[in-house]
């Protein structure tokens, strides 16, 4: 067992650090989400962000957009025409995609300073794309509301999840070796 053990043992580190970092992350933002509640940020300061800035973004494309509390449920709503196209709720905030990102960047680190900056530059990439999405998205369910399931459903979680694996697959290619000529 101690001899499987060695021979994984980069890979068993891997796992504990992702595995690890990724619960107490979770469970921090957890909390923020208890006791960081805000009558000023609803329903919590950064699901009010994103939802704001997807406003702006709506509205930058030359669409009338407003952005208001849900007065049922822990959400901004997304509203045109007296219409509300769409929810943001704390799951539309991709802080869990960003604590995904940033526990495989803590288990797959490398140089201190080139990995701190693809950890920043990434959940900026992340959170930027995010609240594009929400603003594409917004706008598709306005524009082609048959096909707001697909949207919602399929299409823009991919954009989301894809953005991630192609940035962890960006990482991990940095660290290939050069071949050398024989």
């Known amino acids: 067992m101690l001899k499987l053990v060695r021979k ?7 796992l504990a650090i992702f595995i ?4 107490v992350f979770v469970s921090l933002y957890q909390l923020f ?21 997807s406003q702006a973004l709506i509205t930058a494309f030359g669409y009338d957009m407003k952005v208001e509390p ?15 196209l769409a929810r943001v709720v704390e799951g539309c905030n991709a802080v869990s995609v960003m604590l995904l990102f940033v526990s495989f960047m803590l288990a797959f ?20 794309m995010n609240v594009l999405r929400i603003a594409l998205l917004t706008i598709g369910i306005y524009e082609y509301p048959l096909y707001a399931d697909v949207l919602h459903g399929t299409i823009f979680p991919a954009v989301i999840y894809g953005t ?13 070796k050069p071949v050398k000529d024989a």
């Open 8 to 14: 994984y043992k980069p890979v068993l580190r891997f």
């Open 20 to 23: 690890g970092s990724y619960l």
């Open 33 to 53: 989400l208890t006791y960081g509640a805000s009558s000023r940020y609803f329903p919590d300061y950064i699901t009010h962000n994103v939802a704001k800035q």
């Open 70 to 84: 849900s007065t049922w449920e822990p959400a901004m709503n997304l509203t045109m025409d007296g219409k509300t």
């Open 109 to 128: 680190f490398g140089d201190v300073k080139r990995t701190l900056l693809f950890i920043f530059g990434g959940v900026v990439l992340l959170y930027g």
């Open 164 to 176: 991630v694996f192609l940035l962890w697959l960006g990482w991990i290619n940095s660290y290939k």
